[in-house]
C-alpha cells in the first residue's frame, strides 16, 4: 500500500486519547477511515458535520459553527484504500462535548464488550462510570439499555440463535443427563425454501423425576403462562408439592398458542412422567382454561 502512493503513511491504529490524523494518513478501506475518525472526534470532544459522502469522497466538518475544522478523505485509485486528502487542523470551538452524538450505541456497545461480556449483569449506572472514565462520555438511560442490549446481541447471538440450537440442546441434555425428557417439535413454513419454524419443546430434568418419586405428594397443578420477547408463545408448567409443602417444578414446555392441541402435547408427555412414577393416584389441578380438560379427557 505505501509502495503504490510514496507520500502515504499508513494509519496505525494508538490507544485512546492518543489518535492523531494527518494529511495523506491511509486507510484499508472506507469503514476503517470512518470508525478512526469518530474515535478521533470522541477523543478530541468534538462532533461532525457531514458535508459530502458517496463511496468515493468523504468531507465533514465541526459540527461547531464558529469552528474552522474540517477532513476531506478519498478513494484512491485501487478502488480499495481510502487516504485523507486535506485537514484542516485547530479547533476554535471549546471541544468538551459529554453527551457526543458521535457516541452512538454500535460505538458504544463494542467498546464496552468485554465488560459487559465479564458481567452480563452490570447496571447502566456502572457502564457510564466505564464511558466517564474511560472515554469522558456519557450516555443517556435509555441508550445505555439499548447498547447493552446491542453489546448482548454479538455475546450471546439473538434470539434466532438461540431457537436453531434447540434441537441440539434437547440430544445433549438427553446424553449428558440421563433420565432427562427433552422433546423438540418443529413445522413446515409452506414455501420453496421448505424451511423449519420452532412450534414446541417440552424438558423435564432426571433430578426432578426422582424428587416427584421420592419427595412429593401425588398431587400436580397445570398452568400456562405468556411469554415476553420477541416471539411471544407460551409457557406451560407442573409444578407438584414437597414434603415441607413447598412448590417442586417438574417439567416445563414452551408452546405457541394455549389451545386443545398444545394441551393435548403436554398432557401426552405428562403423563409419561406420572405413569413411569408407579403411581396410579394422581390428583391433577387446572383453572380448567382454554382447552385443558377436553385434552385432559382424550389423553
Ligand atoms: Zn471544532
Known sequence: MSRLYRNGEVFEEAEFGKIRLKQWQLFVDK???????????????????????????????CADERCNWRVHAALLRDGQTWAIKKLRKGHTCDLNLVNNPMCNCEWAANKLLEDIRGN??????????????????????????????????????????????LPQYCEL?????????????????????????FSSIFI?????????????????????????????GILLSVVS?????????????????????????????????LTATGRGDWTIMSDRQKGVDPSLDSV
Open 31 to 61: 469503514d476503517h477511515f470512518k470508525d478512526a475518525l469518530r474515535d478521533f472526534c470522541i477523543q478530541e470532544g468534538f462532533a461532525l458535520v457531514v458535508n459530502k459522502a458517496d463511496n468515493r469522497r468523504y468531507t465533514a466538518e
Open 173 to 197: 441434555l438427553k446424553g449428558s443427563n440421563p433420565g432427562s425428557m427433552a422433546f423438540c417439535c418443529w413445522t413446515n413454513v409452506p414455501g420453496p425454501e421448505r424451511s423449519l419454524q
Open 120 to 165: 452480563t449483569d452490570i447496571k447502566g449506572k456502572a457502564l457510564n462510570a466505564l464511558l466517564w472514565e474511560r472515554y469522558g462520555l456519557k450516555m443517556c438511560r435509555s441508550t445505555i439499555y439499548r447498547m447493552k442490549g446491542i453489546a448482548m446481541k454479538i455475546i450471546q447471538g439473538g434470539h434466532d440463535e438461540s431457537y436453531t440450537s
Open 241 to 273: 408439592l414437597d414434603g415441607n409443602n413447598e412448590i417442586f417444578p417438574v417439567a416445563v414446555a414452551v408452546v405457541d398458542y394455549e389451545n386443545k392441541t398444545s394441551w393435548s402435547w403436554f398432557f401426552h408427555h405428562l403423563k409419561k412422567i
Open 204 to 232: 423435564s430434568f432426571a433430578a426432578q423425576f426422582k424428587g416427584l418419586i421420592s419427595g412429593c405428594r401425588g398431587l400436580v397443578g397445570v398452568d400456562g403462562c405468556h411469554l415476553k420477547g420477541n416471539y411471544g
